[in-house]
């Protein structure tokens, strides 16, 4: 949830610092700041966004070749300057920064206050800096001798780092459930919350393990010990990250940048994947669970947001190929109502960025009664990457705005390819229609780029509707998790209310909600509930509702009783999401621009969901 970097080397630490929150700010942008030690340490911070800090940072000295810098999105207190991060301690001879909950850190305060310690902010990092000051004066330890012991007080989830300037040698980093990446060259080491501001100055990197506590010296280097105090030797991964894929390629935003990316990184999603003469499909990440999902009790998928909305893909793709039962969990409900859970279930924990708070410990939770934990992650070497059994990553490249949109279409092309494989080889799936789907899938990536030509159509469009303050989107069968998932997209990025429902649901209560002020999407594509899908578009119109209508080419129908239409090129029904989802993208997208929001990085929102 925010956005953590450090530096050690012998290189001014300030512009890594500054680059790298640049780079983590889709993470957490409510407020930043940076601290760097030169003989004393300098702090700098403040409310709003890196380019503010940069503002303060301008005349002052940033010399120093040790430093920690943070973008934050605030869980405990206000978004301010002095609950921004870093922190001192209370005797401002400690600096710390930090991406995580301390769910005690109520009574770790009162302890404290109780010793004296005072405190300067509302955040809970601030109390778990005063309990490591506490421990390190009480049991006059090194500083990373006090971090450990400091930390197996703590409940909830961390990643910090901090140094001292009693020691400008040593950056000390500790990690549970939020994530942290070590960058290695030579006589330099790099921090951060994910690889992006690491792998320009580096490919070999280190990810730290839940409790485990690092301390990083010029003379002595990496040094890894468990929260117990055994010694851990570090694993050193090659980053395949591309740099440009993290740069914008010339267009004004990172969410059209990557909505115009689909073809591609959905051709990516499936590279390797299918055979040449497409009569096989096969993922290398769980080939050997293969037996093991045909054989579950059922599936249960667990994600959030717009992963969910995969899932409910997923879940029609499964048992429709494969007829294995499913079931689609909020992991943020799934882990915490008691659910049961049988050795023979197989769970597919779905997730962009692998570290979703909610989603990781549900995972935990599935694991704890035995059943098998399978992952569909973009994010190579991610928390939930390492914590599944087996997975399939879904290649589209780093996800960098804060809606989700070719992370969304590569989970359902991944998911797509599982069901496959799974129902050919159940006997489920008849080779006709299996050879049809392959074939239609082959051709998504070239439809879609047929959609992405309507970009001006539906920038006019938005002219007529970025007004509006409530919207409704219906979908029947496969077009219903698009309806959700188009609707969260107009929801998060312009601020409009929207809500997605089965197109049959309306007359159940919110067709009450129809006059001609509510705008009303409605994903109609050739499908085996069209006729039912006019009907409701009738019912619609009868009521004075404006109809928006996602069809397919050449439709004569809906075209003649919808206000306004948008025409996709047509594709089994299964594969529609893949290119329905699009223009309502776009849609969103461009009400976003007309109304003036922040398409990339939205208000109360932040990338990746590391807390709960
Ligand atoms: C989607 O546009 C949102 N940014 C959000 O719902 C996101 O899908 C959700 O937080 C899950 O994130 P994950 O896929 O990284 O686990």
New binding site residues.
């Given amino acids: 949830m925010c956005g953590i970097v450090g530096y050690i080397g012998e290189k001014q630490v300030y512009p890594f610092l500054i680059k790298g929150l640049k780079r983590l700010e889709y993470r957490g942008y409510d407020s930043a700041g940076v601290a760097l030690l030169n003989g004393d340490i300098k702090l700098y911070k403040c409310k709003g966004k890196v380019a503010d800090l940069e503002k303060i940072t301008k005349d002052q000295d940033t010399k120093g070749s040790i430093g920690i810098g943070h973008t934050r999105w605030a869980t405990h207190g206000l978004p301010n300057d002095v609950n921004a991060h870093p922190h001192f301690s209370d005797s401002k001879s400690i600096v710390m920064i930090h991406n995580g909950i301390i769910e005690n850190y109520t009574a770790l305060r009162k302890t404290l206050e109780s010793r004296g310690y005072t405190f300067r902010s509302e955040t809970d990092s601030e109390v778990l800096l005063n309990l490591i000051e506490d421990v390190q004066k009480k049991e006059k330890l090194p500083l990373n001798e006090a971090v450990r012991i400091a930390l197996s007080e703590v409940v909830g989830a961390y990643a910090i780092v901090l140094f001292s300037k009693e020691n400008p040698d040593q950056l000390i980093a500790a990690k549970k459930g939020s994530p942290l990446v070590i960058g290695i060259s030579k006589d330099e080491y790099f921090l951060a919350s994910d690889a992006t501001p690491i792998v320009e100055y580096t490919r070999e990197v280190v990810y730290l393990e839940d409790l485990e506590i690092a301390t990083i010296s010029r003379k002595e280097g990496l040094k890894i010990v468990t929260i117990k105090n055994q010694e851990i030797t570090p694993y050193i991964h090659a980053l395949e990250l591309q740099i440009e894929a993290l740069e914008k390629g010339g267009y004004e935003h990172f969410m059209l940048k990557e909505i115009y990316e689909q073809p591609r990184s959905i051709k990516d999603s499936m590279r390797g994947r299918i055979s040449e003469d497409g009569s096989r499909v096969a993922l290398g990440g769980i080939k050997d669970y293969e037996d093991k999902i045909l054989a579950a009790r059922r599936i249960i998928i667990i ?6 909305h995969a899932g409910l893909v997923a879940e029609y793709l499964f048992e429709d190929f494969a007829r294995i039962p499913v079931e689609v969990e909020y992991a943020s409900e799934f882990r915490y109502r008691n659910p049961v859970i049988y050795e023979d279930d197989v769970i597919i924990a ?7 708070a909610d ?1 990781l410990a549900a995972i935990e939770l599935a694991k704890s009664q035995g059943a098998t934990v399978i992952g569909v992650c973009n994010v190579v070497g991610s928390s939930i990457a390492r914590a599944t059994h087996a997975g399939s990553y879904t290649h589209a490249g780093p996800e960098i705005g ?3 949109t070719k ?1 969304f279409t590569a989970q359902v092309t991944v998911l797509t390819l599982m069901a496959l494989s799974l129902g050919r080889k159940k006997g489920t799936l008849p080779d006709q229609r299996f050879n049809r789907l392959v074939d239609d899938l082959k051709k998504i990536p070239s439809k879609i780029e047929k959609v992405l030509k309507q970009n001006d159509k539906i920038e006019r469009l938005s002219k007529l509707f970025f007004d509006a303050t409530n919207f409704l989107y219906l979908g029947r069968g496969y077009s219903f998790p698009v309806a959700l998932e188009g609707a ?2 107009l929801k ?1 990025i312009s601020y409009i209310h929207a809500e997605g429902y089965p197109a049959a649901e309306m007359k159940h209560g919110p067709i009450a909600l129809i006059d001609e002020q509510m705008p009303v999407v409605v994903i109609a594509p050739r499908a085996t509930h069209y006729e039912k899908v006019v009907s409701n578009i009738q019912e619609i119109k009868a009521r004075k509702g404006v109809v928006i209508s996602i069809v397919t080419q050449g439709d004569k129908v809906v075209s003649e009783i919808a206000d306004h239409c948008i025409e996709v090129p047509d594709t089994d029904e299964a594969l529609m999401p893949l290119i329905s989802s699009v223009p309502l993208q776009l849609l969103s997208y461009h009400i976003a621009l007309l109304r003036e929001c922040n398409v990339d990085q939205p208000r109360n ?1 932040a ?3 590391t807390v709960e």
Wanted: hydrophobic share 35%; glycine share 8%.
């Fill in positions: 994600a959030c947001g717009t992963s969910w779905i997730s962009q960025s692998g570290e979703t989603t804060v809606a989700s992370a969260l997209k998060e929102l990338k990746s969901v």
